[in-house]
T-cell receptor
Framework: DSGVTQTPKHLITATGQRVTLRCSPR?????VYWYQQSLDQGLQFLIQ???????AKGNILERFSAQQFPDLHSELNLSSLELGDSALYFC????????????FGSGTRLTVV | AQSVTQPDIHITVSEGASLELRCNYS??????LFWYVQSPGQGLQLLLK??????LVQGIKGFEAEFKRSQSSFNLRKPSVHWSDAAEYFC?????????????FGKGTHLIIQP
């Protein structure tokens, strides 16, 4: 157990729907990162939050959004889902902003049908 | 823009044999360099990292990597592989100016261990 908890582990939904993925960071970590892993694109950085504030955006679609709550858990919201959004979504956490001491969760596998 | 190339999509190695996984990067200066391993159904686990200093870096599980600036490479090695090393291996680079922009990963190398 890495200490980063992601729920649910698996999600199957239809095109056009909206889903929410949840991540609880490791105790003491203030930064949360979201990554998407697909066969086509590999691992891509989506977005980072630090202590409730958005700090950096990567290749995140406008249909996707995220937030980090006061208890530091984070949610990634995916809307108007398309078949191409099927992927593994990973959350990672670290203590600070500029450090790379990532701890990854085991991911949420999203299947859009 | 920074990029990472892992030339080998699949590598098959016999148990007990040595291993070298290749990684080349494109970056304006010397980036921070990482190797991660992903077992089926698992998240990514950090094997080792290079920030500066000694170009030969030791990691967990008996892995090491060597940074070669002239070749823009950061190859991962292990002298003797075990069946449990079968997994997906990712090389990644990060901006030394700060980790806020996340890591850039290669596409990965799938390691198969033959008995």
């Amino acid at each position: 157990d890495s200490g980063v908890t992601q729920t649910p582990k698996h999600l199957i939904t239809a095109t056009g729907q909206r889903v929410t993925l949840r991540c609880s960071p490791r105790s003491g970590d203030l930064s949360v990162y979201w990554y998407q892993q697909s066969l086509d694109q590999g691992l891509q950085f989506l977005i980072q939050y630090y202590n409730g504030e958005e700090r950096a955006k990567g290749n995140i679609l406008e249909r996707f959004s995220a937030q980090q709550f006061p208890d530091l858990h984070s949610e990634l919201n995916l809307s108007s889902l398309e078949l191409g959004d099927s992927a593994l979504y990973f959350c990672a956490s670290s203590v600070g902003v500029g450090d790379y001491g990532y701890t990854f969760g085991s991911g949420t596998r999203l299947t859009v049908v | 823009a920074q990029s990472v190339t892992q030339p080998d999509i699949h590598i098959t190695v016999s148990e007990g044999a040595s291993l070298e996984l290749r990684c080349n990067y494109s970056y304006g200066a010397t980036p921070y360099l990482f190797w991660y391993v992903q077992s089926p159904g698992q998240g990514l686990q950090l094997l080792l990292k290079y920030f500066s200093g000694d170009t030969l870096v030791q990691g967990i599980k008996g892995f090491e990597a060597e940074f070669k600036r002239s070749q823009s490479s950061f190859n991962l090695r292990k002298p003797s592989v075990h069946w449990s090393d079968a997994a997906e291996y990712f090389c990644a680079v990060g901006d030394p100016g700060g980790g806020a922009d996340g890591l850039t990963f290669g596409k990965g190398t799938h390691l198969i261990i033959q008995p």
